[in-house]
Structures are given as structure tokens and as C-alpha cells.
């Protein structure tokens, strides 16, 4: 993004306090709105920032991050959801709200990463554990590692559609 796109941003959103202010007749209106839209931006480029040169930072450690972290690893898988980084509460009023993925896939581990992998769960009533796709518990050490169906190069994967290798 240039730089010159978040000040852009920040008029264009200001274009409604404007009348807004005109009317109630109070233009301290518009400098919050102008503060509020401009704060909103800083936290929004800081948080980005951060979930794309995670280097275990405070916010990193928070419990809000990691959930946005997994809310914005799921844009970046299906760009048409999960589009507000910041406020997902957005997302669910318009209805491009993702928690989960929907079909396995290659995903960055970490301290700071949630797993968005689908789950397989088996019925509520049983109360069997459930398990994600696309990871394993290894016995021997202990560690979460990534299935063989997620890991290998795409022309050996599996597709289960049709029962065939890729």
C-alpha cells in the first residue's frame, strides 16, 4: 500500500461527520470523528504489522491478538471473508465473517497462531475428544506436527473427491 493511502482513507470516512457536524451544529464532532478514524487506522497498521513480522512483541502475547491473528491468517486463505483485521464485529454484521476454514491447508505454526484448520468432531452426546485435520499429536515428542496430506507438495496431495493423487 503507498503511503499516502491512509490519510486518503481517513478523508474519505470523515466525509460523513462533516454534514453530520454541520447539522448538530458542534465541529468538535468532526475532531473526534477525525481522531477516532485516525487512532483506528494507527492500531490497524500496528496490529497488521504485527501479525506479518510477528517478533514477540506484547501485543503478541495477548489473547485478542492471537484471535485476530487466526481471524487474519483466514483472509489471507479466503480473501472475500474475514476482512476487518481490527474489529471483527464488522465482519459478522456484514456477513463475511469466517471462524474456521473450511478445507485443510498449509498453515504457519507458532506461539502467536491459532489453529484454523476444520475440525472433525464427533457427536456432543459421546464427548469425544475433537481433532483437527491437517495436524497430528506426535507420541513420541509430544509436539503438534503437520499431517502427510498437508505437507506434501501439492502434485502428491490427495484429492478425497475423486480418490485419486493430484
Known sequence: MAW???????AVVMIPAVPLAWAVGHWALLAGAFMAMTSYYCVYEYIHWCMHLPKARVVERAGFFFRLNGHHLLHHRYMHKNFNVVLPLA????G???????????QTRGPAVP??????A?????GAPRCHVGSERSEAAGRTVASPAISAPSAERLDVSRRTVA
Open 115 to 120: 489453529d484454523v484448520q476444520p475440525l472433525i
Open 96 to 106: 463475511t465473517l469466517l471462524r474456521r476454514s473450511k478445507v485443510s491447508f498449509a
Open 122 to 126: 464427533t457427536s456432543p452426546i459421546v
Open 4 to 10: 499516502w493511502n491512509g490519510a486518503v482513507l481517513i
Open 91 to 94: 465482519d459478522l454484521c456484514l
